[in-house]
């Protein structure tokens, strides 16, 4: 028996006896794992968010002073949430209204184009007609261009009588 018990005792494997050190380092770990959680719930803004009656009582019971600055924070963020939800909805107001304007400024765009390209034509006629009563001038004398080419407007005898402002040699046509 003698020998059973050294061998127990020599014997690494065998289990020791568990001092107090043992027992206070287990109540040591355990507090600061509750600690960590106490300290988690307590920042965690859902905790003081909470619509669980029990909760909530034992919140405004035990931590008044916390339980009243969350509402208030919580309050001020609602606040800031509207303010931001109403800018929002000004943005997409504004940036509507700018689409609009836009394709508003694309059709007018378009359409000056359009306008654009009716002038061209236009200036082409008048210098094509312009270059062409030059050539009959040539060709004519004064009294025989004047029996040849009748006009019954004023615009039509300023080309004729080429005013400066139809002279086809200070004329210059540019698109």
């Known amino acids: 028996m003698t020998q059973e018990k050294t061998e127990k005792s020599s014997n690494p494997l065998a289990p020791k006896s568990r001092g107090a050190f043992y027992y206070i380092d287990g109540i ?3 507090l600061s794992l509750l600690v960590m959680i106490v300290a988690l719930l307590w920042n965690w803004d859902g905790f003081w968010k909470t619509d669980i009656k029990f909760l909530t009582d034992t919140q405004k019971t035990y931590f008044p002073i916390k339980y009243e600055a969350e509402r208030l924070k919580i309050a001020a963020l ?14 997409v ?24 390209k009716e002038a061209i034509v236009l200036l ?6 312009l270059r062409i009563i030059n050539q009959l ?9 004047e029996d040849t080419l009748k006009c019954n407007s004023t615009e039509c005898e300023n080309i004729v009588k080429l005013s400066p402002e139809a002279d086809p040699e200070t004329y210059s046509f540019q698109e």
């Open 93 to 116: 107001k504004y940036e509507q209204e700018r689409n609009r304007s836009l394709n508003d400024l694309h059709a007018v765009e378009q359409e000056l184009v359009a306008v654009n």
């Open 78 to 91: 609602d606040e800031k949430s509207s303010l931001f939800t109403k800018m929002n909805e000004r943005i």
């Open 137 to 145: 001038r040539r060709k004519f004398t004064p009294d025989e261009f």
């Open 124 to 129: 082409r006629h008048y210098d094509t007609s």
């Open 28 to 30: 040591l770990v355990r």
